[in-house]
């Protein structure tokens, strides 16, 4: 068992960090062992940012959004020399266990430094949910439920002006919170990078909907869906679906990019729930010694693997979801 166990949060903050940072610290607590902060990520493990935390520390902190562990992205981490440094300045701190919370970056960072001889435990922190061996990870919730109070929001104005909107959320490489949020919203059309799309039958299908009396549309648009072809009209995949849908229906078409919004607000009850038991299960492992480990709850129940296994593994975005989609959106 080691004594100190250091905690740090990396890469883009996702609601539920702070839930899960605040079990960190209240278990190892009950373990016996001394949590110890870790600022700004690999950045400020370089540089010594740490200092001790206490149950005090992360006291009424369980409904706030972001991290209070601050972070930011670090270049020289991403060296052997920056690694080394990092694991240098563990053992100067006494720290020989470390949980990481974080995306696939941060974890992969972490199975880095397990190589080097530090006790690594990963906890999957991420709105797009593009980890794998976990059903949901920390912050999806909140950022689809953000999203999908926007779309609420945007349909009022679409209907009142008789307009098309294409929406534009995160997911650069993951369709999950436009496909878990456009067919909780209702978007007319869900448009992610998974599956490719056809901007024609887009058209069709506004244009369908419009002569049986729909006056308006929601177009839900992952930041990274493929161009389909309309790279000529230039801009990102929104950008370029809205303008060739108003150049080709006549509708007036609206883009609303909802950027960092998704990011912040408080934590959803599932998310502070989720974040509260992977966290209890990170610390166990490190009270057991294990290492190279990442944890994600499985039907309801959590589970640890293989750090390395988990992240090699491609996550399957669920198209039952989309093809429901497709018949609730049907005229």
């Not at 470390?98 to 435990?121: F, H, N, P």
């Not at 978007?187 to 024609?200: G, K, Q």
């Not at 929104?238 to 960092?260: F, K, M, P, V, W």
Request: aromatic share 6%; glycine share 10%; net charge neutral.
């Amino acid at each position: 068992m080691s004594r100190r166990v250091g905690v740090l949060t990396s890469g883009g903050d996702a609601p539920g960090m702070n839930a899960a940072i605040r079990t960190v610290v209240r278990a190892a607590i009950h373990y016996n062992m001394e949590p110890m902060a870790i600022y700004r990520g690999y950045h400020g493990l370089i540089r010594g940012e740490i200092e001790p935390l206490t149950s005090r520390s992360v006291s009424g902190i369980i409904q706030r959004g972001g991290t209070i562990l601050k972070s930011a992205r670090s270049e020289e981490f991403k060296t052997p020399e920056g690694r080394q440094k990092a694991v240098d300045m563990l053992k100067k701190h006494g720290i020989e266990s470390l949980i990481v919370i974080g995306g696939d970056g941060s974890l992969t960072g972490a199975l880095e430094l397990d190589k080097l001889g530090i006790r690594v435990v990963g906890i999957p922190a991420t709105i797009d949910n593009d980890i794998a061996c976990t059903d949901y990870s920390i912050g999806f919730d909140t950022a689809v439920n953000t999203v999908m109070e926007a779309v609420n929001k945007i349909r009022d104005t679409a209907s009142s002006h008789e307009r098309v909107y294409v929406v534009e959320v995160m997911g650069r490489h993951s369709g999950y919170i436009a496909l878990y949020s456009g067919l909780a919203g209702g978007a007319d059309v869900i448009i992610i990078p998974e599956v490719p799309y056809d901007v024609e039958k887009v058209c069709e299908h506004i244009k369908h909907a419009n002569q049986q009396g729909k006056t308006y549309n929601i177009i839900m648009v992952a930041e990274g869906a493929s161009h389909g072809g309309l790279e000529d009209f230039g801009g990102s995949p929104s950008i370029a679906i809205a303008r060739y849908i108003q150049e080709n229906t006549g509708y007036d078409t609206r883009i609303t990019i909802l950027g960092h919004i998704q990011r912040g607000g408080a934590p959803t009850m599932r998310d502070r729930l989720l974040a509260s038991r992977l966290a209890y299960h990170a610390v166990e492992l490190v009270y057991q010694g294990r290492s190279r480990r990442m944890v994600g709850e499985v039907d309801h129940v959590v589970k640890s693997w293989d750090l390395e296994f988990a992240l090699a593994q491609e996550k399957q975005i669920n198209l039952d979801y989309y093809h429901l989609s497709n018949i609730l959106s049907s005229i």
